[in-house]
């Protein structure tokens, strides 16, 4: 009997298919196929299958130049890679759901296709040479450029204000204005000591896009006006 020879452009859908339903049930935003996303994860499973090598570095790459290559400007991505033999073949959706089943089994596979900022995702399918039937399917997660979030700080007191966002705390002097961008958005907190008998002021917010937090005195406090910022054109 001869092996069942899969339909790549079925395998690559119902990966994709899979993924989505995977983030539905985790309360996580659905990934679009993006065609560069795809033509460089298409070019690198041709390549695993060639060099028969299975790692995120062959041929001297990574998944961040070979991406940019492809011409997709990214804020963040991921990459998951996936291997399967049988000497049965195999058709196309059993292919998929042995490629989504082993990355939502692995922690680090995982935790690409549960990205909360990824919104783009390309695939690719390759048979390895092999005495039987063997593919190698490359999932690649972008978020891109234009998903960056930008936003400002106005510090209109006469007091140095700390804050702190992404894991990192930062300070800012009077009369100053910040602006960051980041991939991910995720708490900011804003926090102004020495005032009465001691005490500190904290004011926590979201970051949001396009905003600007002013800072401004409260008496021995602080409070934190959100205006909207103006672009430059």
């Not at 452009?9 to 539905?24: D, G, H, K, L, Y």
């Not at 930062?170 to 910040?178: C, D, E, T, V």
């Amino acid at each position: 009997m001869a092996a069942l020879t899969p339909d790549y452009a079925q395998v690559e859908s119902t990966v994709i298919e899979m993924t989505n339903a995977f983030r539905r049930e985790n309360k996580l935003g659905q990934v679009k196929i993006n065609p560069k996303l795809s033509a460089a994860a298409r070019k690198y499973a041709a390549l695993l299958a060639k060099t028969q090598e299975f790692s995120h570095t062959a041929g001297g790459t990574n998944a961040g130049d070979r991406i940019k290559a492809a011409g997709y400007d990214f804020c963040g991505y991921g990459e998951n890679l996936a291997m399967a033999a049988d000497s049965r073949g195999f058709a196309s959706r059993p292919l998929a759901s042995s490629a989504v089943t082993g990355w939502i089994n692995s922690p680090g596979h995982r935790a690409n296709m549960l990205a909360p900022n990824v919104t783009e995702i390309g695939i690719g399918v390759a048979l390895v040479p092999y005495k039987y039937p063997k593919y190698v399917t490359v999932q690649l997660f972008g978020q891109p450029s234009s998903g960056a979030v930008e936003f400002q700080i106005s510090n209109t007191t006469k007091d140095t204000i700390s804050y702190s966002f992404a894991g990192k705390t930062n300070k800012i002097q009077p009369r100053y204005a910040i602006t960051h961008t980041s991939c991910t958005a995720g708490p900011l907190v804003f926090e102004k000591s020495g005032g009465l008998f001691g005490k500190s002021t904290k004011a926590s917010y979201d970051a949001a896009d396009g905003k600007v937090y002013v800072l401004k005195p409260d008496g021995d406090g602080l409070k934190v006006e959100i205006e909207k910022r103006r672009k430059i054109e």
